[in-house]
């Protein structure tokens, strides 16, 4: 009897049980309606708190999705904070993503899966530092995420990205081999011809 219930009481994560997750962990169906006053990612099937974002990190994120939207080409979309579904255990929610629209319902996905994202963009604040520095990058590099980019606040407070490209015999992430640190412009043909002026991401 007891063990009934607390199978059923596990079917879906809640405000109440959300810190108590199955041995196996939560997967992404159990967590889709949990509802938290605060930020929060699925994680190996943990439901983690995500560190507050500052306006600094709002805008680049927002000014990055604009400008990366006017480069697009077919068949790419680009979207900001939409999850990205790795596994059933871990659906990160990256700052933006660009991936391959095509076979994707826009009005019944709840989730881009990882295999259609080509690029993975994080914008670090003082509380993911570690998330985008090593841990996500390893992470879409595992999946086969293709691109992936860490924006950093340089010390002038102006962005800088770094710009990093799978490689194929190793799956990891390995630096862009001619410009591996964005500063003041990004410009890059991968995943497609993007050219970005920095200072505009912070209203310069």
Wanted: charged fraction near 30%; aromatic fraction near 10%; include cysteine.
């Amino acid at each position: 009897m007891g063990a009934v219930m607390i199978a059923e009481r596990l079917e879906k994560a809640t405000p109440e049980n959300w810190m108590f997750p199955p041995a196996e962990g939560w997967t992404v169906d159990q967590v889709e309606d949990l509802e938290l006053p605060f930020d929060w990612e699925l994680v190996d099937g943990v439901v983690v708190v995500r560190g507050r974002t500052v306006l600094w990190h709002n805008h680049v994120r927002s000014r990055i999705e604009r400008r990366l939207a006017e480069c697009l080409q077919e068949p790419y979309d680009v979207v900001a904070e939409q999850c990205v579904l790795i596994d059933k255990y871990n659906p990160p929610v990256p700052d933006v993503v660009v991936y391959d629209k095509r076979g994707i319902d826009l009005f019944e996905a709840k989730y881009i899966p990882v295999e259609k994202a080509v690029l993975v963009v994080e914008v670090v604040s003082p509380g993911s530092r570690q998330d985008d520095r090593v841990r996500k990058p390893a992470m879409y590099a595992a999946a086969g995420v293709k691109n992936y980019w860490r924006v950093e606040r340089g010390e002038d407070g102006l962005p800088e990205v770094h710009e990093f490209w799978l490689h194929s015999e190793t799956g990891q992430y390995i630096s862009a081999f001619d410009r591996p640190v964005h500063t003041r412009k990004l410009e890059t043909d991968r995943p497609f011809s993007v050219v970005i002026d920095l200072a505009s991401l912070v209203g310069f």
